[in-house]
């Protein structure tokens, strides 16, 4: 007797769908693309384009932070951690899509993230030994662990001339906490929403950062804990 093709089917969708302890799956790949503006304007490399809330003209030459903690909030009442930490550089299209491997489904109304390590994260060689977070590491002389943020580039002085500026974010009072609240579905694998990083927030609101007076942070606690308190609104989801 020939098997029905409904019942093939069936069998098919069961078999790529289960779980190690063979019950059918209600998780689901679910992708968080990162894009990077500056206002109304894409981010762009090495090109004066832009001015700040406090009227410095600049460009970008690096842009290169982690991601991690990111915990999604079910309409239901039930939310999900993911312990991923995520690597980005805005120049490296690789890094710019982080994967969350098994996100339950459902209906999701908020998004909570942090930008740079939990303290628990946060030492001096507690991350893998790669290339990427060895360049991200924070001097053990000022407290080790790693950067959360490299913001660099170039800006126009209060006497026309060309500067440089670093905003460099690290030790534990530069994490940043950013929570979106966003209603989204989580149905199939490769569901997805935009995270947009707008640069020029980290520069205004609730403080306007003027580059003339604070255009390196390394070893500034205050004006690092000054551009975190800015940074709760750099990130909005598309």
């Known amino acids: 007797m020939k098997t029905p093709f409904f019942f093939l089917s069936v069998l098919v969708f069961l078999s790529s769908c289960m779980n190690e302890k063979g019950d059918v799956c209600n998780t689901a790949m679910f992708n968080v693309n990162i894009s990077h503006q500056v206002d109304v304007q894409a981010l762009q490399y090495n090109m004066f384009s832009y001015t700040n809330e406090a009227g410095n003209p600049y460009e970008v030459t690096t842009l290169r932070y982690y991601l991690s903690n990111f915990i999604f909030y079910n309409a239901d009442g039930s939310d999900y951690t993911d312990e991923g930490i995520y690597y980005i550089d805005a120049n490296d299209a690789l890094t710019n899509t982080i994967h969350i491997p098994e996100l339950p489904m459902g209906n999701y109304n908020r998004v909570s993230f942090v930008v740079g390590l939990s303290p628990a994260q946060n030492i001096t060689n507690g991350l893998p030994n790669v290339t990427v977070n060895n360049n ?103």
């Open 136 to 238: 991200m590491a924070w001097p053990d002389q000022m407290g080790g662990g790693y950067h959360f943020m490299k913001f660099e580039g170039h800006f126009t002085n209060n006497t026309g001339s060309e500067d440089g500026f670093a905003i460099h974010m690290g030790t534990n009072i530069a994490s940043v906490n950013i929570e979106l609240d966003q209603l989204f579905e989580v149905k199939e694998d490769n569901d997805s929403f935009t995270l947009k990083m707008n640069l020029n927030e980290w520069f205004r609101n609730p403080v306007t950062l003027n580059l003339d007076s604070l255009s390196y942070t390394m070893g500034n606690a205050t004006g690092m804990a000054l551009v975190a308190a800015n940074g709760a609104d750099v990130f909005s989801i598309q």
